[in-house]
Nanobody, 122 residues
Framework: QVQLVESGGGLVQAGGSLRLSCAAS????????MGWFRQAPGKQREFVAG????????YYTDSVKARFTISRDNAKKTVYLQINSLKTEDTATYYC???????????????WGQGTQVTVSS
């Protein structure tokens, strides 16, 4: 069982930066591929970024590749999402998720956090 708690969201001007954090509880954090998803008002939830258990492989949706960086610290049981050059279209609730592998993460993650709101003003 893994519980995930996101933090770090907020209101920021376009062009600014944020670092989102997702803290996990439980002894098995390092067993999981981790990911970030987001859901904007009126839209479906979409994958943003993923990182494998070791952190050696990362994955991004095309629209964020140059601006977002996912990382993890297994000792701290935390995964991060650094977001630079924020755009108004990045406004969404950002969710952390855990799965046994990337394919499962994309299909149906096992664990989800409650989300953290990111609002980008123009």
């Amino acid at each position: 069982q893994v519980q995930l708690v996101e933090s770090g969201g907020g209101l920021v001007q376009a062009g600014g930066s944020l670092r989102l954090s997702c803290a996990a509880s439980g002894p098995t954090f390092s067993y999981y591929t981790m990911g970030w998803f987001r859901q904007a008002p009126g839209k479906q939830r979409e994958f943003v970024a993923g990182i494998t258990q070791s952190g050696l492989s990362t994955y991004y949706t095309d629209s964020v590749k140059a601006r977002f960086t996912i990382s993890r610290d297994n000792a701290k049981k935390t995964v991060y999402l650094q977001i630079n050059s924020l755009k108004t279209e990045d406004t969404a609730t950002y969710y952390c998720a855990a799965a046994i592998n990337y394919e499962t993460l994309m299909r149906e993650a096992a664990y989800w956090g409650q989300g953290t709101q990111v609002t980008v003003s123009s």
